[in-house]
């Protein structure tokens, strides 16, 4: 991204490209209202720049004539579009600037002129989330709350959609800074100690330290380990449905994603390409992968299908296993149980409307301790079954959203881990009565890392990077 300040004026399309009901320009910065003024002809005669704050107005932008005087009844020389025009005055708008937004016809022409036209009059297109940087910049939100407006955006379900507003609503914003703030405590007693040497930290002064050490510490571990559950709903888990050809693996795809999404067929070795599908189960995301059937073949094509399916297999975070009930365990069956040996899995015995021909106490003998679901895709027989043990699975350590702060980005879980070791160093030095300048060290370390979650501490490059993953006029 581009080096900017905030002293020019951005314009972007904040509606997806395409067309649409309606399509919105959105304008931020000094001149918003100045520019707005030189394309747009109110009905009611009026001029952006003198409307109150948060009013609608209905108009045209249109390419004005600048010669007429000043204070001519502004005459469209040549109309754009009909809109409504919206004005958000610093600093109670979005990025705290002014901000005006007009509503055009949704068709991708009408809003391409009207970006052309804010260009022409003084407006710079935006880069991707160049709103919601300013937004950061400006103080309105921190850098956490910056990035759930990315995972607003991107939520898969309602689950996602909810830890998100939370972190926008500033959740884990608070409980990070509470966290910080008693690092910063702790650090002052500490560098009090070495701006006058005869407070040499005493005793009962390095159990207090040591105290508020040890509560720092779990706390950070108990933010850590939220992550494993932020991050299933943020990003989802792959879970790979495999097996050997032909025991109703896409058919299982079909059912789970409620559509006809791949081929099924009787004949063994249909699916010869993995197929990703996103779907909501009980409220976890899950991208779905069905594969090729794994067996031994000499037919090239499949071998490439197989090889996929076992790349995929590598990846998952959890393995759909299907069986088939009306064969009997074979070679085949017994190699991908070897496959995936390793993986958090659902053992799923179809077909289970036709005669039994497993041999269902060896697969409960090969599955020890896991998870088997006898069931039918053909007759939907025990599939909420199924979608209980996968969700039950997923939610291993048991979970109910909403009772704290959860960390689901990467970034941020990467921060307190900093944190945490640099932590771990200060009650390890307290300990060991280590001098207090090197505590003061890694207390500042850690008070460093604790600032890059919410942005306190912040590098350009960082800012970069989150930034530029957002769309266009966000
Ligand atoms: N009776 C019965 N037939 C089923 C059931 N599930 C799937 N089938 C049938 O089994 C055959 C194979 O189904 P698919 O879903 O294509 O199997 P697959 O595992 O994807 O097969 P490959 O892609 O070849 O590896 C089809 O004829 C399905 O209609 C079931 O529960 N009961
Ligand atoms: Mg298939």
């Known amino acids: ?32 209202l100045q520019i707005a003024d030189r394309i747009f002809v109110s009905k009611d005669g009026g001029k952006p720049s003198s409307y109150k704050t948060y009013t609608v107005h209905y108009g045209h932008v249109a390419e004005i004539s600048s010669k007429l005087p000043k204070s001519a009844r502004r005459l469209p020389v040549k109309i754009i579009d009909e809109v409504i025009l919206t004005v958000m005055r610093a600093p109670r708008s979005y990025t705290k600037e002014d901000v005006v937004e007009i509503n055009c016809h949704g068709g991708l022409q009408a809003v391409k002129k009207v970006l052309e036209l804010a260009v022409k009059n003084g407006a710079r297109i935006a880069e991707p989330g160049e709103f919601t940087k300013r937004a950061f910049l400006n103080g309105r939100i921190d850098l956490a709350q910056a990035e759930a407006v990315l995972d607003v955006i991107r939520a898969k379900t309602e ?18 800074d509470a966290i910080r703030d008693k690092v910063i405590d ?19 002064q390095r159990a ?15 933010l850590i380990s939220t992550y494993d559950h932020g991050a299933i709903l943020r990003e989802g888990i792959l879970a790979i449905i495999c097996g050997k050809t032909n025991v109703g693996k896409s058919s299982l795809m079909n059912l789970l994603l409620k559509r006809d999404r791949v081929i099924v067929s009787p004949i063994p070795g249909t699916t010869r390409d993995a197929v990703e599908e996103m779907i909501n189960l009980k409220g976890i995301p899950i ?26 297999l590598a990846l998952a975070d959890m393995v759909i296993l299907v069986l088939d009930n009306s064969t009997e365990l074979d070679k085949a069956d017994l190699s991908i149980v070897d496959l995936v040996k390793n993986k958090r899995k659902v053992v799923v015995i179809n077909k289970c409307d036709l005669a039994r021909k497993i041999d269902i106490k060896k697969v409960r003998r090969l ?32 979970f109910s959203q909403g009772e704290s702060a959860l960390v689901s980005n990467a970034r941020h879980k990467e921060s307190l881990d900093k944190a945490l070791a640099n932590m771990l160093s200060v009650k390890k030095a307290i300990d060991e009565e280590v001098s207090p300048e ?22 350009d490059d960082i800012l970069d990077r ?9």
């Open 438 to 459: 090197l505590v003061a060290i890694d207390l500042k370390e850690a008070i460093f890392n604790l600032g890059l979650i919410t942005g306190k501490s912040v590098a």
């Open 367 to 398: 599955f020890e301790g896991e998870k088997v679901v006898e069931l039918s895709v053909s007759s939907k027989n025990n599939i909420e079954a199924l979608e209980k043990t996968i969700s039950e699975l997923v939610w291993k350590n048991g």
């Open 159 to 176: 689950g996602s959609l909810k830890l998100a507003i939370s972190q926008l609503e500033g959740d884990l914003s608070r409980t990070v």
């Open 466 to 474: 989150i930034f530029e993953k957002f769309c266009i006029g966000k």
């Open 1 to 32: 991204m581009r080096k900017v300040g905030l002293d020019d004026t951005i314009v972007a399309m904040s509606t997806p490209v395409g067309e649409g009901g309606i399509g919105i320009v959105r304008l931020s910065g000094p001149k918003s």
């Open 186 to 204: 702790i650090a002052s007693h500490v560098e009090a100690s070495i701006d006058f040497p005869e407070e040499e930290l005493e005793t009962a």
């Open 208 to 222: 207090t330290l040591a105290a508020s050490t040890a509560d720092v510490i779990k706390k950070l571990r108990s």
């Open 287 to 312: 991208r779905l992968v069905d594969t090729a059937g794994i067996v031994e073949t000499k037919d090239s094509l499949e071998r490439e299908g197989i090889a996929r399916s076992k790349r995929y």
